[in-house]
């Protein structure tokens, strides 16, 4: 997705003639992918990436509001406290959990709910980078019968379709995880096959950094050639 880069908070790298976008207050909302359900909080990927960003940055105000179980409808409640710290990097991952914790997924509200949730972001921080992801479509290590795996399939492609429109219209960068081949490595996985590992939660931290990094020249101390994961 092409991206107009905001023009605030942007400076040119010493010897380097790039521009390079410095993050003063990072806010992480969403559900246990980012609350870091099954891992300890040091291990978690926006921990992680808000590391990174405090290398280049060490007075980065860094806030993950994120909480387990979440659905839109709890990540709409996670914005007075967002919008209160007035970041410049946001990122927004959510949607699953309205899929895996109902057996009749509203894919129509969700669409009102994350619409309004990109809206108010753009509206109350309107110079913030803003980054959300599609949601995975189907877990190769949890133990799900042929109908509930078809069922779920759907409804998560559904809710990505959603997800991928909504960020377009708003012109928000969304990082395509269905599909990513690090979603068929056991050793991204915690052992209840659903959340991230240790590993997992880094190689989500490497791969959101890039996308960042691409979309917005933010930049962090991540290598290129991360290691962890297929």
């Known amino acids: 997705m092409s991206v107009a880069e905001p023009a605030a908070g942007f400076r040119s790298m010493a010897g380097t003639g790039r521009r390079s976008r410095v993050v003063s207050t990072y806010v992480a909302l969403g559900d246990s992918f980012t609350a870091g359900r099954e891992s300890i909080e040091a291990e978690r990927w926006a921990d992680r990436l808000a590391n990174s960003l405090r290398a280049v940055n ?10 387990d179980g979440a659905g839109s409808a709890d990540v709409l409640e996670q914005l007075p406290a967002t919008l209160a710290l007035k970041p410049d990097l946001v990122t927004v991952i959510c949607g699953a959990n309205d899929v895996l914790l109902t ?19 753009r509206t109350g921080v309107p110079e913030a980078a803003i980054l959300t992801t599609t949601a995975p479509e189907s877990w190769h290590f949890m133990e799900l019968r042929p109908r509930t795996k078809a069922r779920l399939v759907k409804a998560l492609s559904d809710l990505n379709a959603v997800t ?42 490497q791969e959101i950094a890039l996308s960042l990094r691409a979309h917005f020249g933010i930049q962090g101390e991540f290598q290129d050639d991360f290691q962890g994961g297929s």
Request: with cysteine.
């Open 58 to 67: 060490p007075e980065l105000t860094y806030r993950n509001l994120a909480v």
């Open 103 to 121: 057996s009749r997924p509203d894919i129509d509200g969700y669409e009102r709910r994350f619409s309004e949730i990109l809206e108010r972001l």
């Open 164 to 205: 991928r429109s909504v960020a377009a219209q708003q012109r928000v960068p969304c990082l395509n995880v269905a599909g990513h081949p690090g979603l068929t490595d056991r050793a991204n996985f915690s052992a209840d096959g659903l959340h991230p590992s240790t590993v997992g939660h880094e190689r989500a931290a």
